[in-house]
């Protein structure tokens, strides 16, 4: 199924396996997609937008596949939203992007996921809130954000304009490899959580990084704006 326009108001469930090649999701206010417990599910080159406000994003249920490759995904309040061993993957050769979401990428609760992430995130000013949006601002917030995940990945990320490049909080683990860090007022913020960060580029500032912080082999580290770097915890 190719070149078609899908038009998405309430909630759009898929219950089995399937692959969509070049289609656009064009989302109603508050219109979510939700990925049913156990499918595999692939997205190549399609694109998710809001109509005149933003959306509440793709739920990938426990045991679930989502493969993404050559995509677009803006305007939503959790672009991606990841729990109970469900997992996301994406060919290397096509990056997806991620632009003006609330949060990009939500990983919530997955004790050990090796999901890969050849993506590029970038913030910029939201959509006007749907009714009943909890999590709003006026600009882009997180790149990812990883919460209560004993083991998680982030693989040749580009984290552009957001609060946050990558947010690990509540017990998480992370490791963070290859990744660029552009005009990000947080580029990484750990709280509570241990962090693994290797051969990164971090080109604006690591903050409030809590305790059991592993930071090696940086390639190059440069403070911007009025920003203060804490490193106490190395």
Request: aromatic share 10%.
């Amino acid at each position: 199924m190719s070149n078609k326009n899908i038009y998405v108001t309430g909630i759009l469930n898929f219950d089995g396996n399937i692959s969509l090649s070049k289609k656009t999701f064009i989302m109603g206010s508050g219109a979510q997609i939700i990925m049913k417990s156990g499918k595999e599910i692939g997205f190549d080159k399609c694109t998710f937008v809001a109509c005149d406000k933003m959306w509440k994003g793709i739920n990938v249920e426990g045991g679930s596949i989502m493969k993404m490759s050559g995509c677009t995904v803006k305007d939503a309040e959790n672009a991606i939203s990841l729990s109970t061993n469900s997992k996301f993957s994406n060919d290397e050769t096509y990056l997806n992007n991620f632009s003006n979401n609330y949060t990009c990428i939500n990983v919530n609760g997955i004790p050990d996921n090796t999901s890969r992430y050849y993506s590029n995130f970038t913030g910029g000013s939201l959509k006007p809130k749907y009714n009943g949006q909890v999590n709003w601002n006026t600009d882009a917030q997180n790149g990812f954000q990883i919460s209560n995940c004993s083991s998680e990945r982030a693989f040749n990320g580009k984290f552009s304009n957001l609060q946050y490049g990558i947010r690990v909080v509540n017990n998480s683990i992370a490791r963070i490899e290859n990744s660029l860090f552009d005009n990000c007022y947080y580029g990484i913020f750990n709280g509570s959580s241990e962090l693994h960060a290797l051969t990164d580029q971090i080109l604006i500032v690591l903050w409030n990084l809590g305790t059991k912080i592993q930071v090696a082999k940086l390639l190059k580290l440069v403070v911007m704006k009025r920003l203060k770097l804490l490193l106490e915890s190395l």
